[in-house]
Every structure is written in structure tokens, then in C-alpha cells.
């Protein structure tokens, strides 16, 4: 008897040991690989089964929230977006069927409650049925951001907005968008219509393209050509460059010519203000392909923005591998064409860096992350991410784009209301090859007020129709910018200060806006 209670144990105990391991191989080990498997959705239940929190806007109005789903759904909530296409690039939609993107999946462990931070502060409630969900405070402003859609219209294209000294973004609109609520249907066929015709359109609507996408810059560009030779002892503002229609490179017969072939010449603050092609594509050359590389790089080209959003883009410069026999390319990167490709969201650091003493912020839109009593968790902190230029050059920088809004590309379409003091770059970006039909992007980067700067901004419009490819950035662009900056400076004027008259404007034979 005592044998066979023996055996009986020890056959228990097999078992039991069997047991635990097997437990352990399956919810240890094989935790991830069972959560992956398309037929277990009891987590993904679990999570819509309790209420998320919500992502406000900088001025307080909601921007994704959990309800109450239909009688009939399969969870007890789903997510709400009130403001439908307006934020959707970057608070991006949070699905049953369809996954998670943008603010929604990179924040859920905040907007869930599961941070440890929340775990630990709910521990006294561990018992209870507390909601511990967390919140999302963004920098974006949903005034402004409406302010930016109503600018850009129907037409393709990008409005950033940023703080100069912290990297703050209040703005970031582009032109298409989509609505998150149509992704978040219950009805998953619907749903999953929508997605695919989006994700079968070629302007690419479910892409942030503010930050997510590269163009041309045109004549912006000549910031950080400008910023990189004075830096480098190559130009001064002494530097002069006698008059001339077209320059030819070393190594080709095509000769480089001034915006519609115009005469242009002088200073660096004229050539500058006028926007010339020819002295830029002199400057590249005489920097050489290692010294304009590297003085670029230092602007932060070839390197991800640094925003706290997923996906982010890199600007670039294109190939130099061979670039000693293409020298023609090298000048005519010079000034912001050829290979150039700019973040439109970057173009804006650039002219707040400009505007910062040569101090180029981390962009972000997340301002803090607050528990369910409104406690904060984490508060986004500036960060200094290049330091492009010296102080000194930023100040010569400023002077010479306060020339272009006073009397120069921009000096038509930028003056601010009140006699805000402005500075501005602007750009139109010639895509076409010769002999093709006229194609470009228009582009402004501009900042106010210049002697404490406050707000950054950068527009580019996308050559998709004749009106934009026939048109400069100074005038297409530059009365967007400059409605922006009046708008925002009505929200948060800057302070009391005697504006100098305003000189008379000049803008005869531009050659590069």
C-alpha cells in the first residue's frame, strides 16, 4: 500500500513539475510569440475594454478621446478624434482592427496608465476599479493649426511653427490629410476601404509630410550655403561679385543662370536680398566638396529630425562620391537645387536657429504627460541639437534676411501688422529639366521679431498646378507665412517696442526668390 501511495506521489509530483514547466515555456518564453498570433485578440479586448485617455491641444481643446462603442461592438470603447483631419498626422488614430499609429502607439503606455510611474501612484487603489489612465498635453495649438489648414487651402503643401528658443512646435499642418475617425469605424470593412484608398493615393495623406518627407528648397538653401562660408573664412560681408547673367562651372558647357536670367551682382548683403543663383554656386565651389559638406552636415543635414514623433525624415545634400568630376552639381547645390532635399519641419529649425545665435533646438509636440489627477509624469525639456554656426555668423544671418523682408525676395508679402520687425528667406525651387513645362516649390522661412525673436516659421508649397510652378516663394508663400505670424503675435504679442520706419521697397531684377 504504502509502495503504491509512493508511486502515486511521485507520479503526481512528475506531473506537476511537467505542468509548471510547460506554463513557463508558454507564458515565459513564448509570451510575445502567442500576443503576435492573429487569432489571439484577448488583449487587444482587454485593452478596449477599459478607457484611454485623452491628447489635448496646447490651448485646451481635445483631440482624441475614448466613448462609449455601439451596443452591438465587440468592446466596450472606442476612440473618438473631434477635430477630425486637423491632427490626425500627428495624434494618429487607435484602432481595434487596424492597429495604432503617430501619438496614439508611440504614447499608449502613458495614455493607458501602464507608465511606472502610474502603476506605482495607483498602488494605493490596487483593489479598486480606479481609472488610471494618463493624459497627453501637446505644444500644438488648435487655433493656430486652424489657422495653418485655412492658409493652405486645397493646395499641397506644409505650414510649420515653432518657438525660437525652445523647439516647441505650435504648428505643423500639411495639405492632404485624412480623418482618423473614418480608420477608427467599428464597421472593420469600412474601415479598411478607407485605409487602402489612402494608402493607394500619391500625395501620400497618411504621411506627415511636415516632417515625414523631403523637397527641394530652392533658394533657402542659401542660409546654410551662407551660414557654412562665413563660418569657414570663405566670404565676409566685404565679399563682392562683379554683375553677371550666368556663370560656367569647370567641367561643362551649361552654363548656371540667375532666377529668369537677370543681371545680378554686388555684396554679400545684395546678392543676398536679391537672391542671386550665380554668387552661391562661386561660394559652393570655392568651400570644395569636404568644407561644404561638413559645414552643412554641422545644420544638421544627412541626420533624422529629432522630434518626438515616429517615421521622421532626413534631409540630405545627395551623393558626393564622385563629386570632384561633377563639380557643375557641387555649385549648383550651392543654392538649392540639384540633390538638395529639405524637411520642411528642418527649414523652420533653420531660421530659428538663425534667429536662436546659432543654437538649433529639438523640435517636439509633446508637452507633458500627465496622470489621470493631472499630476505630471514627464514635462519635455529644450534641448539644443546642432550648434550650425557661431554666434556671429547667426547675427550677420539675421541682418541679412532682415534685407530680404525689407528690401529684397520677401520685402512684397511679409511686412507683419503693427510694424513687427521681421526677418525672412525665401525660395522657389525649379524642378523642371530645359524645355520641359515650368514646374517648382515655393518657399519663405521667416522669424519675428527680430530683436527678440519669438517665432520661427517655414512654408512650402507643392508644384502640383501652374499657379504655384509660375509663382516665387515670396509671393506665394510669403503672405502665408506673414498671416501666421500676425495671428500668433495676436495671441501672444510680443513686447511693446518703437518700430523704425519702415524703408521704402526694392525688389527690382530678383533673381532667385
Known amino acids: 500500500m504504502n509502495r503504491a501511495i509512493r508511486q502515486l506521489a511521485a507520479a503526481l509530483i512528475a506531473l506537476y513539475v511537467l505542468l509548471f514547466a510547460a506554463l513557463n515555456y508558454w507564458q515565459v518564453n513564448r509570451t510575445e510569440e502567442l500576443a503576435a498570433e492573429p487569432g489571439n485578440t484577448r488583449a487587444l479586448v482587454r485593452l478596449f475594454d477599459t478607457p484611454r485617455g485623452p491628447i489635448v491641444s496646447g490651448d485646451g481643446v481635445v483631440l482624441a478621446r475614448s466613448i462609449q462603442s455601439p451596443g452591438d461592438s465587440d468592446v466596450k470603447f472606442q476612440r473618438q478624434y473631434p ?99 473614418r480608420v477608427a469605424d467599428p464597421d472593420y470593412d469600412t474601415a479598411f476601404d478607407y485605409v487602402t484608398e489612402l494608402q493607394e493615393d500619391d500625395r501620400d495623406p497618411l504621411l506627415a509630410n511636415a516632417y515625414q518627407q523631403r523637397y527641394m528648397p530652392g533658394s533657402t538653401f542659401k542660409v546654410l550655403t551662407t551660414g557654412a562660408a562665413l563660418d569657414a573664412g570663405v566670404i565676409d560681408l566685404d565679399s563682392f561679385w562683379e554683375d553677371e547673367r550666368e556663370f560656367l562651372p569647370p567641367q561643362t558647357s551649361d552654363p548656371i543662370q540667375n532666377y529668369a536670367g537677370s543681371i545680378c551682382g554686388g555684396d554679400l548683403t545684395e546678392v543676398f536680398r536679391r537672391s542671386c543663383n550665380t554668387p552661391f554656386a562661386r561660394t559652393a565651389l570655392e568651400l570644395g566638396a ?60 533653420v531660421a530659428a536657429a538663425v534667429a536662436n545665435d546659432g543654437a538649433m533646438m529639438a523640435p517636439f509636440v509633446v508637452d507633458a504627460e500627465l496622470d489621470n489627477d493631472g499630476r505630471i509624469i514627464d514635462r519635455t525639456q529644450p534641448e539644443v541639437w546642432q550648434r550650425p554656426v557661431s554666434r556671429q555668423t547667426a547675427g550677420i ?95 501672444d504679442p510680443p513686447p511693446a517696442a518703437t518700430p523704425d520706419p519702415a524703408p521704402e521697397s526694392d525688389t527690382s531684377g530678383e533673381s532667385g526668390p
Open 290 to 349: 569636404d568644407r561644404f559638406q561638413e559645414g552643412i552636415a554641422r545644420w544638421g543635414v544627412g541626420e533624422e529630425i529629432p522630434i518626438d514623433l515616429p517615421g521622421a525624415a532626413a534631409s540630405t545634400i545627395g551623393d558626393f562620391t564622385d563629386i570632384d568630376d561633377n563639380l557643375p552639381l557641387l555649385a549648383i547645390r550651392g543654392f538649392g537645387q540639384n540633390d538638395d532635399q529639405m524637411v520642411p519641419v528642418h527649414m523652420a529649425m
Open 83 to 181: 477635430t477630425g483631419d486637423l491632427f490626425a498626422q500627428v495624434v494618429g488614430y487607435h484602432t481595434f482592427g487596424l492597429g495604432s499609429t503617430q501619438l496614439e502607439r508611440t504614447k499608449n503606455d502613458v495614455l493607458t496608465g501602464d507608465t511606472f510611474t502610474q502603476q506605482v501612484r495607483a498602488f494605493e487603489d490596487i483593489f479598486g476599479s480606479r481609472d488610471n489612465s494618463g493624459e497627453l498635453r501637446l505644444t500644438l495649438r488648435h487655433d493656430m493649426q486652424n489657422v495653418a489648414k485655412f492658409l493652405l487651402g486645397p493646395r499641397e503643401g506644409s505650414i510649420v511653427m515653432m518657438e525660437v528658443d525652445t523647439g516647441a512646435v505650435t504648428a505643423m499642418w500639411s495639405y492632404p490629410s485624412f480623418d482618423p475617425n
Open 397 to 491: 544671418l539675421q541682418d541679412l534676411m532682415v534685407q530680404v523682408a525689407e528690401n529684397g525676395t520677401a520685402s512684397c508679402c511679409i511686412g507683419l501688422d503693427g510694424g513687427i520687425s521681421v526677418a525672412a528667406k525665401t525660395g522657389t525651387a525649379q524642378l523642371n529639366n530645359p524645355g520641359e513645362p515650368e514646374r517648382s516649390h515655393a518657399w519663405i522661412v521667416a522669424f519675428a521679431p527680430v530683436e527678440e525673436p519669438k517665432y520661427a516659421v517655414a512654408v512650402m508649397l507643392k508644384g502640383t498646378n501652374a499657379e504655384i510652378s509660375a509663382g516665387t516663394g515670396g509671393r506665394l508663400a510669403g503672405p502665408i507665412a506673414k498671416a501666421m505670424l500676425d495671428e500668433v503675435f495676436k495671441i
